[in-house]
């Protein structure tokens, strides 16, 4: 099993007092229990300066030599799966604060190319590891034949996130982790009273670095307060990989979930997604 997923000092300070002024002083030691330290991916901070990353989420991605689009199905009834994001490990190692992740190597995730999912999946994450951003082109859809229908799949092609593409920048940050299990099971022993308040106040009372916005997360906690994926801190035999928010095509919060001795050994070939749906 893993070594778990850390706050920093700094962090665990700002936690804290989030928590005491929140009113939960009485509970603080119940709730930094479920705090683990997460790779924030979302809009650009207002202080960031370089280029765009290339890592970013919808659009079309951009490939290395070799890469071949993941279908689901075979033969003739196979559908180009739904491309959900693209991550230059390289961009957010700096980040990775416990070493969690390989500090290079070029990530994409995909989602199941037709509407039959279970709520928990085998998915197709590929990883490249000797290749860079400077590696890569835009991948060719015109001349993919399997994009060719329209009508096809989640509509029109390549069948990912319906908005624009958006560039992720990746920020470090402790994240309070939900402290309910699904189907009102109690993850942290709060009295009624305190979980009822912690309920009340929304995850962006607990924000230690608001300027760093999430529309996903690597290697994060479980953020939606009335649902339970894995267990914190890798109590678990396995922990989410990447917390991908609520694609268009599911409306669903979504989250790839990796085992903890894949994960050590930089194995990303048995990935599985959750889907939890209310």
């Known amino acids: 099993m893993m070594r778990p997923n850390p706050v920093t000092a700094g962090d665990e300070r700002t936690l804290r007092r989030l ?11 119940e709730l930094m229990e479920v705090a683990e330290h997460g790779i924030a991916l979302g809009p650009r901070p207002a202080d960031f300066e370089g280029p765009e990353p290339f890592s970013r989420c919808g659009g079309v991605p951009a490939v290395p030599p070799g890469f071949i689009w993941p279908r689901t199905g075979s033969g003739p009834d196979a559908l180009p799966d739904c491309f959900v994001a693209q991550i230059d490990l390289a961009e957010v190692s700096r980040e990775d604060v416990n070493g969690l992740l390989p500090s290079r190597g070029l990530l994409y995730f995909f989602f199941l190319g037709h509407d039959g999912f279970g709520g928990r999946d085998p998915v197709t994450v590929l990883f490249f590891l000797d290749r860079a951003a400077a590696d890569t082109t835009p991948y060719d859809v015109a001349s993919d034949p399997a994009f060719a229908d329209a009508t096809a799949g989640w509509g029109a092609p390549p069948w990912e996130f319906t908005g ?16 309910e299990r699904f189907h009102d099971e109690p993850l942290v022993d709060l009295p009624d009273e305190a979980a009822n308040h912690l309920a009340a106040q929304g995850s962006a009372a607990f924000d230690v670095a608001p300027e ?28 989410i990989l990447l917390d991908a928010g609520r694609p268009d095509f599911t409306e669903c919060p979504l989250y790839y979930v990796i085992r903890d001795e894949d994960l050590a050994a930089g194995d990303f070939s048995r990935i599985e997604a959750v889907t939890v749906q209310r």
């Open 19 to 29: 928590i005491g002024e929140a009113g939960l002083a009485p509970w603080e030691s």
């Open 164 to 179: 624009p593409p958006a560039p992720l920048y990746a920020g470090g940050k402790a994240m309070l982790a939900q402290v």
């Open 212 to 239: 760093h916005d999430a529309y996903m997360v690597l290697v994060g906690p479980d953020r939606e307060t009335d649902q339970y994926v894995v267990p914190p801190h890798g109590l678990g035999p396995e922990r």
